[in-house]
């Protein structure tokens, strides 16, 4: 059953920005995620947001990316600024996280949406 859709993926010119969205079908209490992966690379967290609404962001992503959630929606989203071409990457949408002690491990989650494509070029 799918359950996460994600949208807003796209090109733009380095500096730009975008902002990605993921429609959750259902509610999700837990932990929430945005991850993304490149061509030849591992997937990566870059940004969570708890039941409470505290986010954690990778380090190198920090005052760029903000990531949100519109619990009357069940949308959660990734504010994307400053855009570099290293930003480069499927954007994956995460949910159902409930090992909060690892929110950027990969199988702390439990759904996965399809991905939405992010290109920067220079």
């Known amino acids: 059953q799918v359950r996460l859709v994600e949208s807003g993926g796209g090109s733009v010119q380095a500096g730009g920005s975008l902002r990605l969205s993921c429609a959750a079908f259902?509610?999700?209490?837990?932990?929430m995620a945005w991850f993304r992966q490149a061509p030849g690379k591992e997937r990566e967290g870059v940004a969570t947001?708890?039941?409470?609404?505290?986010?954690l962001y990778a380090d190198s992503l920090k005052g760029r990316f903000t990531i949100s959630k519109d619990n009357a929606k069940n949308v959660l989203y990734l504010q994307m600024d400053s855009l570099r071409p290293e930003d480069t990457a499927m954007y994956y949408c995460?949910?159902?996280?409930?090992?909060?002690?690892?929110?950027?491990?990969?199988?702390?989650?439990?759904?996965w949406g399809q991905g939405t494509q992010v290109t920067v070029s220079s």
């Open positions: 947001i708890d039941s409470s609404g505290r986010t």
């Open positions: 995460a949910a159902d996280g409930t090992d909060t002690s690892r929110p950027f491990n990969r199988y702390s989650y439990t759904y």
């Open positions: 259902v509610y999700f209490h837990s932990s």
